[in-house]
């Protein structure tokens, strides 16, 4: 079955600092992927996607994600970490021709000043 | 600004009421879902729909129901409550298909006591 793991559940980085956060799937077919972003009590915001074509997706806030077929990853990376970059970060994987979304357990990202 | 809505930021029930939790989207999107968020425990599938009158068990089912009479509304129905399914409540749609990623409302934080 699908399943998508995230390394690390806290990470805590400096404010300035690179961000990179860590998802892999596993499904011997490509899935959909995404990441999402959750702030303090709210719901889920869509961050990016990757489906098909460019590998190297661009999302909003300056977060970008690449896909790596051959390792199986979708990291997520910021190269300036920003104090309201704090939140709750959710990778997703959708088999293609499906439409149920599996998440990963989530990484909390902590950003210093 | 394209939203799904939640009835209720803040719930607060006695242990065997039942209990209500309704989810509006305004996008003409064909699936919707809801989810409990648990801490350590992620985001937990518990009823998903993809039409009007359908309705698919998701990975939690036990205790809950679900209706959707109209496209843009679907309800979470807490039949007895109970202290366990103290949660917080996340509602999503998305189009038919499973490139398009989830909407999701604000959620719903709900207390049984």
């Known amino acids: 079955a699908q399943s998508v793991t995230q390394l690390g559940s806290h990470v805590s980085v400096s404010e300035g600092a690179l961000v990179l956060l860590r998802c892999n799937y596993s499904?011997?077919?490509?899935?959909?992927l995404f990441w999402y972003v959750q702030y303090p009590n709210q719901g889920l915001q869509l961050l990016l996607k990757?489906?098909?074509?460019?590998?190297l997706v661009k999302g909003i806030n300056g977060f970008e994600a690449e896909f790596k077929k051959s390792e199986t990853s979708f990291h997520l990376t910021k190269p300036s970490a920003h104090m309201s970059d704090a939140a709750e970060y959710f990778c997703a994987a959708v088999n293609t021709g499906g439409f149920k979304t599996i998440f990963g357990a989530g990484t909390r990202l902590f950003v210093k000043a | 600004d394209v939203k799904v809505t939640q009835s209720s930021r803040y719930l607060v029930k006695r242990t065997g009421e039942k209990v209500f939790l309704e989810c509006v989207q305004d996008?003409?999107?064909?699936?919707m879902f809801w989810y409990r968020q648990d801490p350590g425990l992620g985001l937990r599938l518990i009823y998903f729909?993809?039409?009007?009158?359908?309705?698919e068990k998701g990975d939690i089912p036990e205790g809950y129901s679900v209706s959707r009479e109209k496209k843009e509304r679907f309800s979470l129905i807490l039949e007895s409550a109970s202290t366990n399914q103290t949660s917080m409540y996340l509602c999503?749609?998305?189009?038919?298909?499973?490139?398009?990623?989830?909407?999701f409302g604000s959620g719903t934080r709900l207390t049984v006591v």
């Open positions: 990757y489906t098909t074509g460019a590998t």
């Open positions: 996008m003409d999107h064909e699936n």
């Open positions: 999503a749609s998305s189009l038919a298909g499973g490139s398009y990623g989830y909407t």
């Open positions: 499904s011997s077919v490509p899935p959909y």
């Open positions: 729909s993809y039409d009007v009158k359908m309705k």
